[in-house]
């Protein structure tokens, strides 16, 4: 039923005075009023996309047969109808964010189009790495002018792919540390989206693109000291699983927590590529100097990284008993232990196992604690993962792989039988 029918009804028995039930329908229709319509700003912004794009082949049609001067003028055409829809927009329709976002997004793809036509026209000498740089600095502006989310999350798009094209696929370039500034600059807006609007599918989706990026990204600090990147992602997942665990994103339902998420199945998946024998036979095959260690930005990252979770730990832990501390919270500190000793010593492939198992424990046990399916699936889910990687680490026959394997997948069914039987007796 509606609401207008739910609230009559509440008026003729009695529940509710008709003064309360007015009052009632002020709120949500002052509410409906005052909330964007989410649909409609998916499809303005969709909308504005798909039309610079036909702008853009309508005029790539004719393209050769036309002369340098007809070339430069429909260059420059998006981006001069972008910059005048954005003008409008600041002066007539600011408080609108369909019209904000969608000419915010259309202006965003103008500029590309334009420094891409204009550098094909004058035959100017470039590289993507330099194309990247360019185009996101030129758009940086728009996200804090417009207030635009859309632009913020395009923007870390494409400094992302800028970090990957500068920093993996052209490696070495020193340029790719210009990332680490331009995530910075788009910082000041997604704390003003948290503050301002926490309930926004925009700061959704900037809670799992963000450490998404920061994951992709940090890979471009290894140089000659490669070893030392496992502790700094190490450090990296801990810290994006503790501001996951803060107030607010504890409030949230998992699926909008990529901060915990990615930061848990981050750890997770160190720890299994570090279960392995051939990891610190390499590592111990390593000569180390320590003059050369101290001054690799691996090693800056690392003592960078490890202050700010060390940090992150300690506010956390300081409120908590000793029986609500988290293992996947601190476990960056046993890992750095654990990384020490098997500089010399294989003993840490056995006490990284064990590890992940008692780890794969808690897991379950805090799903079944929770009444939570996921992250019971989750904690088995890791348990199955550390024994498919020992089944190509060691000599075991394949009978009892054969019964490792059909026990994990019988604790699978009694788990979650156990956790559903449970739910129904409660229900009963």
Not at 243 to 269: D, E, K, P
Not at 338 to 348: M, Q, T
């Amino acid at each position: 039923m509606s609401l207008k029918k739910d609230i009559d009804e509440l008026v003729s028995k009695g529940i509710i005075s008709a003064e309360t039930a007015d009052k009632i329908q002020v709120y949500y229709r002052e509410k409906e009023e005052h909330s964007p319509n989410r649909i409609l700003i998916a499809f303005g912004i969709l909308g504005a996309i798909l039309v610079g794009l036909g702008i853009i082949l309508i005029i790539a049609y004719n393209w050769d047969e036309l002369p340098r001067i007809t070339k430069t003028i429909l260059a420059f055409l998006p981006l001069a109808i972008g910059q005048s829809l954005c003008m409008y927009v600041l002066f007539t329709k600011k408080e609108s964010i369909t019209w904000r976002e969608s000419c915010s997004a259309f202006l965003f793809f103008s500029v590309a189009a334009t420094i891409s036509l204009i550098s094909q026209i004058y035959h100017i000498q470039g590289n993507l790495s330099s194309f990247l740089l360019t185009w996101m600095l030129l758009c940086f502006p728009l996200i804090y002018l417009m207030n635009s989310s859309i632009t913020s999350l395009l923007y870390i798009a494409g400094i992302t792919f800028y970090a990957c094209e500068s920093g993996y696929w052209t490696f070495p370039h020193s340029e790719s540390y210009y990332y680490w500034v331009l995530i910075l600059a788009v910082l000041p807006h997604y704390y003003f989206l948290f503050k301002g609007k926490p309930t926004s599918n925009f700061l959704i989706f900037h809670n799992w693109l963000l450490p998404l990026s920061l994951i992709i990204s940090l890979g471009i600090i290894a140089k000659d000291q490669e070893e030392l990147v496992f502790i700094a992602y190490m450090n990296l997942f801990a810290i994006l699983y503790l501001i996951g665990s803060f107030n607010y994103f504890r409030q949230q339902q998992l699926r909008n927590n990529g901060f915990m998420v990615l930061g848990s199945i981050g750890t997770i998946v160190i720890l299994l590529i570090t279960s392995f024998n051939w990891f610190w036979q390499d590592l111990q095959q390593e000569t180390f100097h320590w003059n050369e260690i101290v001054v690799s930005p691996e090693f800056i990252a690392v003592i960078l990284l490890t202050i700010v979770s060390g940090i992150l730990v300690f506010i956390s832990w300081k409120k908590k008993s000793l029986a609500q501390y988290k293992p996947m919270e601190g476990i960056f500190i046993l890992f750095i232990l654990i990384y020490l000793i098997g500089v010399n010593s294989f003993v840490a492939v056995f006490l990284i196992n064990v590890l992940i198992l008692l780890l794969a424990i808690w897991v379950i046990r805090e799903g079944a604690t929770r009444d939570h399916l996921g992250i019971l699936n989750y904690g088995l889910l890791i348990i199955s993962a550390l024994v498919i990687c020992r089944f190509f680490d060691t000599d075991l026959s394949f009978i009892l792989r054969g019964v490792l394997f059909v026990l994990v997948g019988s604790g699978f069914f009694v788990a979650n039988y156990w956790m559903v039987k449970k739910r129904r007796s409660h229900e009963d």
